[in-house]
């Protein structure tokens, strides 16, 4: 099922985030939500996610099953990589899958260590392999490549596109190579809430 949002609108306080906004987000494929600074990117994946509430709208079609990369990376910081993503997946899912998930994003002498002694784009990718090992339905990604350099980016950008299967993924991004890379529809918010839909092949066979 689509997702299928209407007419929704956030405020906080007097600053109106999102007003009117609607937009179709189709199922088990990937879809980018793009746009400048402060047009509500965030705001819209929290409220899809069930974490902020919204003011007006309806929205239909969310899996009840979800799993998120936030701005944050937010880990178990005592645990290693392996604890860490054990942590959201199934008990049939063995350790040695998550090994061989952490190894294939570039992790292969840092995932026994805990997390807090890994750098910052170390802990992006745990958190990435976290979110797509977590058995959902739907997955949201809130810049998940930032701060990866560029060798390491489109390492990262191949192990997702390999891995999220038929899942429904939602990534809110403010660069266009991503969304060139890995292909699907994007959505372009503006400050009024209004939405323009482009749609890219992906590059990938």
């Known amino acids: 099922m689509d997702i299928v949002i209407s007419d929704l609108s956030k405020s906080y306080g007097e600053k ?5 906004f609607s937009a179709i987000i189709p199922e088990k ?33 969310v899996p009840a099953r979800k799993s998120a990369v936030f701005q944050e990376d937010r880990l178990c910081e005592s645990f290693n ?10 008990n049939k ?4 899958e998550i090994i061989l998930n952490l190894e294939k ?10 997390v807090i002694e890994l750098s910052g784009g ?33 390492k990262t950008m191949q192990y997702v596109a390999d891995n999220i299967g038929n899942k429904t993924v939602l990534i809110v991004t403010h660069d266009i ?4 890379f890995l292909g699907g529809k994007i ?9 323009t839909y482009y749609n890219y092949n992906s590059s990938i066979d």
């Not at 109106?16 to 009117?20: D, P």
């Not at 392996?82 to 942590?87: E, F, G, P």
């Not at 190579?177 to 060139?180: C, G, I, T, V």
């Open 16 to 20: 109106i985030v999102l007003e009117g």
């Open 29 to 61: 494929k990937m879809t980018f939500i793009m746009g400048p600074s402060g047009c509500g990117k965030t705001t819209l994946i929290n409220i899809l996610m069930g974490l902020v509430d919204k003011d007006n709208g309806t929205i239909t079609g």
């Open 81 to 90: 990589a392996v604890s860490n993503v054990r942590l959201v997946c199934d």
């Open 93 to 96: 899912v063995k350790n040695q």
């Open 105 to 114: 994003i570039g992790l292969n002498d840092h995932m026994l260590k805990p």
């Open 122 to 154: 170390m802990r992006r990718r745990v958190a990435l392999v976290r979110a797509i090992m977590a058995g959902s339905d739907i997955i949201f990604m809130d810049e998940p490549f930032k701060g990866l350099d560029e060798k390491t980016k489109e």
């Open 177 to 180: 190579d991503e969304a060139n």
């Open 187 to 195: 959505i372009e918010m503006e400050h009024s809430g209004s939405v």
